[in-house]
């Protein structure tokens, strides 16, 4: 019997080596394309982000959470306060993106005691009430919002080059961490919690832990996500920050590209893209058509659209896994009369 | 025959629980099941209730093929399980209990009262909520339960389990008395003394599947207990998950 | 006494928001199913309710119309959506009752427009007339009708859960739906018609909450919030529960409101925050992890 355990199919060897050049690419779309395009692909980078962790919050520790766009605002709001203190814009978006991530750390002590629709709605309530402390605040006018004044100091060309190139890298960041997470112990433990709880928790699993060190860097993403979006919109408008329109593009997305793969949100971010860049004029139809791929996706494609095809034909572009290969000795050993069992 | 069971096959995920079994039942009989923990009992009688759908085989009651039906379109038909672990709604009383299952009964001489006459000792329990009731006075409530629904096939699984000796006695001395009015049972026994004193009929599992089957009064305790534990087979036969 | 009226509103306003959570409360503690798109079923039903009344049917007439007919859509809501969703997964539901929310909210507004609504000008004085206790304490009588509605509700629930023949299998499924199936109980049609009892009281909260103020495409949300915060202040699994919770989130909006208005609903979060942490801290003494223990389930 002849078994061995490997990480990585030649596929997912290929992609990998593939990956460091296309981001060296990218790098240079700013200089070297557009300005559309350059604004078009900041957005899709944010939308990259958000689908990543709304699928590693409900695709790998099994949290529906409709309340992401807590960090989301809280991720710009923050930033717009630091520069309103004076710190350099840019660093402000970092800093601002890390601070509001942070508040996942004593959340989470909180919010993920409670199970599945409680802590659905729950961090929807977390998400309402940063919504009203922040309007209460009165340096960003309350629902009025303000303008994120301090980027003035740049061209609009810098600008865009600079919110292009923080997008690319956050993103990079971002599914990297994800990357890394789920090639490690945690990973591994996450997909034991996914698929039983009880029984993780049996072997030695922290299943808090695990489930905490995932709620913090989806925090961590989607704070980043904002203040990507408050450097391309430059203004902020608590409402539409805070607004829970965010879920719902990050259950679509996760939804349709496949949740609880690595791949699926990527597909899922591109699809979004696109359909939002063709059919986002089209107001509200363009939000029932979002809401009814949910339920079709849902019910229908489970796995979406990237999970039905990896589970159809096997196929897995980045090494995320363990392959047992050698298998189809153990599941069918040679019978004693040549029968075929 | 009111009971035919043809080649039932019934899976849990790639586990083969029970493997192309068929036996029959006759109007009146009592069929014991026997055989050690995870030979595929309790997952046979949920098959035959409706609780667990069947990958394979058919099921046929009184000349009507009853594979595709539902448990709760069993119970009007007049099969009912008592489940293993009895099951009760623990939050409603003993009376309740027995109402829940008066609702879809079919028409029958059982009712709240004539189970507590068969059941003495519960008549004293009435309201109190069925999860402060004792082992024995559960399971006669679930037994009791069963019947409201006036069946014409009863499916007992483990009656024994988990209750003291003479609470056993009381169980058995009230199938007893429900076997006497012609009741046609099938039941799932670990205990071989108990199954052998009340069966009329002895069906022995392993792994799945039946090893031994035949009239209660034509079979020795050794062919038994040796069809248990799977003794006497060929060497080298072994069972392989699928 | 300024206080005193704000607590008075307080509990008036619970009466609705046990009305509008009846349904959800059910819902969960029977399917163990929340349903995202509760608030804005609950919204659906004002429009219809406001629908009838724009052409001339008085809005009770209206109701007697819409209720049935959001107990349907609530029946074919179970058998058509919620049903596959419960049996493909934990998450499933979550996701697919958003999609839902999602939906119903976007075809209101395809519909009817952002505008606010109410029912207002067609209850005639009920909208307006009121009570005077003292000169600072006014009940709104359409308010104190709202709470003689919802207290009335839940007994009905409560003595239909207790007495009736539908009701144990109702008791009998949501504990055990399994064995309920083995005593003969269809679990498919309870749940059916468990969903319908809880969208046709979400309907006539809608209803209610239009008589008593307004309402656009969007309101349902918001009501969620409020249904799913006052079920767990009471206590998930309590009818009665609901009816405190609602009360204790009313009196605890209108308090807020009364130190600066615009704390109203941060009030209420804020309260229901609380009662959530010192919950999870009373389970963790008591050393029971269980869900229920941290909600509060009797």
Redesign the interface.
């Known amino acids: 019997m002849n078994v061995s355990v490997e990480r990585s199919t030649r596929l997912s060897r290929i992609s990998v080596a593939c990956v460091i050049p296309l981001v060296a690419a990218l790098a240079f779309v700013p200089v070297a394309l557009s300005a559309n395009v350059t604004d078009k692909l900041t957005t899709l980078f944010v939308y990259l982000i958000l689908a990543a962790m709304w699928n590693a919050l409900?695709g790998y520790a099994?949290l529906?959470s409709?309340g992401q766009q807590a960090f989301f605002g809280l991720g710009a709001y923050a930033a717009i306060r630091l520069t309103q203190h004076g710190v350099n814009v840019y660093a402000a978006l970092v800093l601002g993106a890390l601070l509001a991530g942070a508040t996942a750390v004593p959340l989470s002590i909180?919010m993920l005691?409670?199970?599945?629709?409680?802590f659905?709605?729950?961090m929807?309530?977390?998400a309402?009430?940063c919504f009203?402390?922040v309007?209460?605040d009165t340096s960003v006018h309350g629902l009025t919002g303000v303008s994120l004044i301090a980027l003035n100091r740049y061209s609009a060309h810098d600008q865009r080059a600079y919110a292009y190139w923080f997008a690319l890298g956050s993103a990079v960041v971002f599914l990297g961490l994800v990357f890394a997470l789920l090639r490690s112990r945690t990973g591994a433990s996450l997909q034991a919690i996914r698929d039983d709880e009880e029984a993780a928790a049996s072997v030695g699993v922290s299943v808090l832990g695990g489930k905490r060190v995932v709620f913090v860097l989806a925090a961590l993403g989607c704070a980043t996500a904002g203040t990507i979006w408050l450097a391309t919109s430059i203004t902020f408008t608590p409402r539409s920050y805070f607004g829970?329109e965010w879920?719902?593009y990050m259950?679509f997305m996760a939804?349709v590209g496949g949740?609880g793969t690595f791949e699926g949100p990527i597909l899922g971010a591109v699809l979004f893209f696109v359909v939002q860049d063709q059919f986002g004029d089209n107001g509200?139809?363009y939000?029932?058509g979002?809401?009814?791929?949910?339920?079709v996706f849902?019910?229908l494609l489970?796995r979406g659209l990237w999970g039905t095809v990896e589970e159809r034909f096997g196929l897995q572009l980045l090494p995320v896994g363990y392959r047992l290969r050698g298998l189809e000795s153990i599941a069918n050993?040679e019978p004693?009369e040549g029968r075929r069992? | 025959m009111l009971l035919s069971v043809e080649q039932l096959e019934a899976r849990h995920g790639f586990l083969r629980a029970v493997r192309g079994v068929s036996f029959e039942v006759a109007a009146g009989e009592t069929l014991a099941i026997v055989g050690a923990n995870g030979a595929g009992k309790s997952t046979l009688l949920r098959a035959l209730a409706g609780a667990h759908k069947p990958a394979a085989g058919r099921i046929v009651f009184d000349g009507r093929d009853i594979t595709a039906l539902s448990a709760h379109r069993r119970v009007r038909e007049g099969i009912a399980l008592v489940p293993e672990g009895r099951r009760l709604f623990t939050g409603m009383t003993l009376e309740e209990n027995l109402l829940v299952a008066r609702r879809r009964a079919r028409p029958g001489p059982w009712n709240v009262e004539a189970v507590l006459e068969a059941f003495p000792l519960l008549a004293a329990r009435r309201k109190s909520r069925a999860g402060n009731l004792s082992g024995g006075e559960q399971q006669a409530t679930a037994i009791g339960r069963a019947l409201m629904t006036n069946p014409r096939l009863l499916l007992l699984d483990e009656v024994s389990l988990g209750l003291a000796p003479v609470a056993v006695d009381g169980v058995y001395r009230a199938l007893r008395g429900l076997i006497e009015t012609g009741a046609t049972i099938v039941l799932v026994e670990q205990d071989l003394n108990r199954a052998l004193e009340v069966a009329t009929r002895v069906a022995c599992m392993l792994e799945g599947e039946i090893v031994l089957e035949g009239p209660a009064a034509e079979m020795t305790r050794e062919q038994v207990v040796e069809a248990y534990f799977g003794l006497g087979r060929p060497e080298g036969e072994t069972a392989v998950p699928a | 006494m300024i206080w005193v009226n704000q607590i008075v509103q307080g509990v008036l306003l619970g009466g609705y928001y046990a009305v509008l959570a009846a349904g959800l409360s059910l819902m969960f503690g029977v399917m163990r199913i929340i349903n995202l798109a509760h608030g804005d079923l609950a919204v659906l039903g004002a429009f219809l309710v406001f629908l009838f009344s724009k052409h001339g049917l008085s809005p009770w007439l209206a109701l007697v119309i819409v209720l049935p007919v959001m107990g349907v859509t609530g029946w074919v809501l179970q058998r058509g959506l919620l049903e596959r969703s419960l049996r493909a997964g934990p998450l499933t539901p979550l996701l697919a009752t958003f999609g839902l929310l999602i939906v119903i909210e976007n075809l209101l507004f395809e519909k009817f427009g952002p505008d606010e609504r109410s029912l207002f000008p067609y209850i005639g004085k009920l909208g307006y007339d009121s009570w005077t206790i003292t000169n600072q304490v006014i009940v709104g009588k359409i308010y104190v009708l709202i709470l003689a509605v919802a207290v009335f509700l839940l007994a009905g629930l409560q003595v239909f859960l207790a007495r009736t023949p539908p009701g144990r299998a109702l008791r009998a499924t949501a504990e055990d739906p399994d064995t309920a199936e083995l005593v003969g109980v269809d679990s498919r049609r309870v749940y059916a018609f468990a969903a319908a009892i809880a969208v046709a009281t979400a309907a006539l909260a809608g209803a209610f909450l239009a008589m008593r103020s307004s309402f656009n495409p969007y309101s349902g949300s918001q009501q969620l919030i409020f249904a799913f915060e006052a079920v767990v202040i009471g206590g998930i699994g309590s009818l009665w529960g609901t009816l405190t919770g609602g009360i204790v989130l009313g009196v605890a909006q209108n308090i807020g409101a009364q130190l600066n208005p615009q704390w109203f609903l941060l009030a209420g979060h804020l309260v229901f925050l609380a009662v959530l942490a010192v919950r999870l801290v009373l389970a963790s003494l008591g050393g029971n992890w269980g869900l229920r223990a941290i909600l509060g389930r009797a």
Do not use: N
């Open positions: 409900a099994g529906v409709v909180f005691r409670l199970g599945g629709g409680e659905a709605i729950g929807w309530v977390v309402e009430v009203g402390l309007i209460l829970v879920t719902a259950i939804l949740l509200v139809w939000l029932v979002l809401g009814g791929a949910a339920i849902a019910l489970p050993p004693a069992p």
